[in-house]
């Protein structure tokens, strides 16, 4: 499956922003999907995840409240709303596909994903 994030850009802090990830090649709904995030100097860390049928999420602690994984199985197409940002969200965001028909559990670990998308970049400017 190949991934494409869109959505990025430089807002102010406090601000709304909507991330999608796009995927092709596959059918969608087999798929976790996740999202991630690397700050500089920093290692990459779990934002959110969703399971094929979007019936099961989870959220880093420190985005939950604030940020919302959510996905249209017909646009083939994963969002990540994100609201209350701040700067310590500034990062370059990564979409994350894991091969897992009927999962009912949405994983947050990096090496279980197999396909990554590029990234975007989020700046928050405070």
């Known amino acids: 499956v190949q991934l494409q994030a869109s959505g990025g850009g430089l807002v102010q802090a406090g601000d709304s922003l909507t991330l999608s990830c796009a995927a092709s090649g596959r059918t969608f709904s087999n798929y976790v999907m996740g999202w991630f995030r690397q700050a500089p100097g920093k290692e990459r860390e779990f934002v959110a995840a969703?399971?094929?049928?979007?019936?099961?999420?989870v959220y880093a602690d420190s985005v939950k409240g604030r940020f919302t994984i959510s996905r249209d199985n017909a646009k083939n197409t994963v969002y990540l709303q994100m609201s209350s940002l701040d700067s310590e969200d500034t990062a370059v965001y990564y979409c994350?596909?894991?091969?897992?028909?009927?999962?009912?559990?949405?994983?947050?670990?990096?090496?279980?994903?197999?396909?990554w998308g590029q990234g975007t970049q989020v700046t928050v400017s405070s």
């Open positions: 969703i399971t094929g049928r979007g019936d099961y999420t």
């Open positions: 994350a596909a894991r091969y897992s028909p009927g999962a009912v559990v949405a994983v947050r670990t990096a090496e279980l994903y197999s396909y």
